[in-house]
Nanobody, 122 residues
Framework: QVQLVESGGGLVQAGGSLRLSCAASGLTFNTWAMGWFRQAPGKEREFVGTISWGGGITDYADSVKGRFTISRDNAKNTVYLQMNSLKPEDTAVYYC???????????????WGQGTQVTVSS
């Protein structure tokens, strides 16, 4: 079955960096767009960024543009989220997801990981 497993979360000070990874199995990875979403306590799950199957198309939420970068390694079936200049408001559980095309709506994604916690202290 399809599995998406996130890793790399943790506690970091404001201004610091983290790199999240999402390892995929059970699907033909290089035919799926991948997305990153996040959910803070008491809030809706929100779009962070997305990348096309080949990596040529990326899109980001305005709140992370210029600070976060999505990349993928199709040989390793892994997508990454490099997060720089982290702010306390970036604190959330971060989820990766697989979908048929790059999209900013969670409804466009078919498979989801279990999430990884990112906490940014001030």
């Amino acid at each position: 079955q399809v599995q998406l497993v996130e890793s790399g979360g943790g506690l970091v000070q404001a201004g610091g960096s983290l790199r999240l990874s999402c390892a995929a199995s059970g699907l033909t990875f290089n035919t799926w767009a991948m997305g990153w979403f996040r959910q803070a306590p008491g809030k809706e799950r929100e779009f962070v960024g997305t990348i096309s199957w080949g990596g040529g198309i990326t899109d980001y939420a305005d709140s992370v543009k210029g600070r976060f970068t999505i990349s993928r390694d199709n040989a390793k079936n892994t997508v990454y989220l490099q997060m720089n200049s982290l702010k306390p408001e970036d604190t959330a559980v971060y989820y990766c997801a697989a979908g048929g095309h790059p999209a900013n709506s969670k409804n466009d994604y078919d498979y989801w990981g279990q999430g990884t916690q990112v906490t940014v202290s001030s």
